[in-house]
Nanobody
Framework: QVQLVESGGGLVQPGASLRLSCAAS????????MQWHRQVPGKERELVAA????????SYADSVKGRFTVSRDNTKNTVYLQMNSLKPEDTAVYYC?????????WGQGTQVTVSS
């Protein structure tokens, strides 16, 4: 069973930090580029961060640049999203996405809520 499982979400106050993890199993993790997306109710899913298969290249949405950092550990089949200086507008369900050629695999999502 190929799967991606996100964890690390929760309820935090503005300015706080969270680290999301996405653990991959039963596929060749190191050949996949990885992405983090988020979705707010009633809105389209938004790409927030991406990292190449070897971790050498990263990219971010303008809304999170300077606050979020994506990384991966291919020995642990895990990708991370470090989120600092969280804002209420970061509230969303965050999804992990694995991409390799025509394949696109999604996790189930983890809820992040930023509220005072």
């Amino acid at each position: 069973q190929v799967q991606l499982v996100e964890s690390g979400g929760g309820l935090v106050q503005p300015g706080a930090s969270l680290r999301l993890s996405c653990a991959a199993s039963r596929f060749t993790f190191h050949v996949y580029a990885m992405q983090w997306h988020r979705q707010v109710p009633g809105k389209e899913r938004e790409l927030v961060a991406a990292i190449s298969s070897d971790g050498g290249e990263t990219s971010y949405a303008d809304s999170v640049k300077g606050r979020f950092t994506v990384s991966r550990d291919n020995t642990k089949n895990t990708v991370y999203l470090q989120m600092n200086s969280l804002k209420p507008e970061d509230t969303a369900v965050y999804y992990c996405n694995a991409r390799q050629l025509s394949r696109s695999l999604w996790g189930q999502g983890t809820q992040v809520t930023v509220s005072s």
